[in-house]
């Protein structure tokens, strides 16, 4: 019994790796502008909070080279066997490190970092930081990083993916785990939107907003095709409870590869996804 369980573990962990990849071949190029827009001094030395296999912590240390130095932090140290092992099989190995931590109290002393990058990690949802504790956790990155240094917070913020179906996508949206809250009255200061009120509060100035997009249409090549729809099962996968039996049919129809009407096949088929950067630079530090 022992045994089945441990290989159904590290089944759903190869499953979750493999989806974090096919999400980066999506992501690579807003990530990559964002990066760019910070424009992180060569040489300097940043922390990557949330980062999981480590395409990101990479991405971060090439920005830096040829001095510079990426450590990745990640609650998992399954992960970051993963992050190790992609990091290996890079020419930027010598540049990043990775430790497993928890982002709501960082194993490192104050002013340690010249900047701090998270992506996908200060969120909202049931698996995630609640919006109530967005706050704390971005007073403890501003701890860890040096006065005139850079707090830098990057979200999903937004995507088109079904076109020509955009009613469809939208009752689909309600259900996912990002938006489904506010439709129970959240807060509207709670959205992600508003990361530069937070930032604010945490002491920081100098605050930036900006918004990147990926493009996709066809024809896709094998890649995009295999990362979209897993994309398309990780967005709403789930959400047959939460549809009409008619959309949920039609989310099918359109959705599943074996289906004649998959989207993915269409000759016009055209989306996108964005990605919220918002960062800010530590001018002083606090204690509350």
């Given at each position: 019994?022992?045994?089945?369980?441990?290989?159904?573990?590290?089944?759903?962990?190869?499953?979750?790796?493999r989806?974090?990849?096919?999400?980066?071949?999506?992501?690579?190029?807003?990530?990559?502008?964002?990066?760019?827009?910070?424009?992180?001094?060569?040489?300097?030395?940043?922390?990557?909070?949330?980062?999981?296999?480590g395409?990101?912590?990479?991405?971060?240390?090439?920005?830096?080279?040829?001095?510079?130095?990426?450590?990745?932090?990640?609650?998992?140290?399954?992960?970051?066997?993963?992050a190790?092992?992609?990091?290996?099989?890079?020419?930027?190995s010598?540049?990043?490190?990775?430790?497993?931590?928890?982002?709501?109290?960082?194993?490192?002393?104050?002013?340690?970092?010249?900047?701090?990058?998270?992506?996908?990690?200060?969120?909202?949802?049931?698996?995630?930081?609640?919006?109530?504790?967005?706050?704390?956790?971005?007073?403890?990155?501003?701890?860890?990083?040096?006065?005139?240094?850079?707090?830098?917070?990057?979200?999903?913020?937004?995507?088109?993916?079904?076109?020509?179906?955009?009613?469809?996508?939208?009752?689909?949206?309600?259900?996912?785990?990002?938006?489904?809250?506010?439709?129970?009255?959240?807060?509207?200061?709670?959205?992600?939107?508003?990361?530069?009120?937070?930032?604010?509060?945490a002491?920081?100035?100098?605050?930036?907003?900006?918004?990147?997009?990926?493009?996709f249409q066809?024809?896709?090549?094998?890649?995009?095709?295999?990362?979209l729809?897993?994309?398309?099962?990780?967005?709403?996968?789930n959400?047959?409870?939460?549809?009409?039996?008619?959309?949920?049919a039609?989310?099918?129809?359109?959705?599943?590869?074996?289906?004649?009407?998959?989207?993915?096949?269409?000759?016009?088929?055209?989306?996108?996804?964005?990605?919220?950067l918002?960062?800010?630079?530590?001018?002083?530090?606090?204690?509350?």
């Amino acid at each position: 019994m022992e045994t089945e369980k441990n290989a159904s573990k590290e089944h759903d962990l190869d499953a979750y790796v493999r989806m974090l990849s096919l999400a980066d071949i999506l992501r690579e190029p807003v990530m990559l502008s964002a990066i760019r827009m910070l424009r992180l001094l060569p040489g300097s030395r940043g922390l990557d909070v949330g980062c999981r296999t480590g395409h990101h912590t990479l991405w971060l240390a090439e920005a830096v080279a040829p001095a510079g130095h990426v450590t990745g932090l990640d609650l998992s140290p399954e992960l970051l066997v993963h992050a190790r092992e992609l990091a290996n099989k890079s020419r930027f190995s010598e540049h990043v490190s990775f430790q497993d931590g928890d982002m709501n109290k960082l194993p490192f002393d104050d002013n340690t970092f010249d900047w701090v990058w998270s992506a996908d990690t200060i969120w909202i949802g049931p698996k995630g930081c609640s919006a109530g504790d967005s706050l704390p956790v971005i007073k403890e990155l501003t701890r860890v990083v040096k006065p005139g240094g850079c707090v830098a917070i990057l979200f999903w913020s937004s995507q088109e993916l079904l076109s020509g179906h955009p009613l469809l996508e939208a009752r689909l949206n309600t259900t996912s785990p990002i938006i489904a809250p506010f439709t129970r009255g959240m807060k509207p200061n709670f959205h992600f939107l508003c990361t530069r009120g937070w930032l604010r509060d945490a002491y920081l100035d100098s605050l930036i907003g900006h918004t990147f997009v990926s493009n996709f249409q066809a024809p896709l090549s094998d890649d995009l095709r295999g990362a979209l729809t897993a994309l398309f099962q990780s967005f709403w996968g789930n959400a047959q409870s939460e549809v009409t039996p008619e959309d949920w049919a039609e989310f099918e129809r359109i959705c599943q590869p074996e289906s004649p009407d998959f989207i993915l096949n269409r000759p016009d088929y055209s989306a996108f996804l964005t990605y919220s950067l918002f960062h800010g630079r530590v001018v002083k530090k606090k204690n509350d």
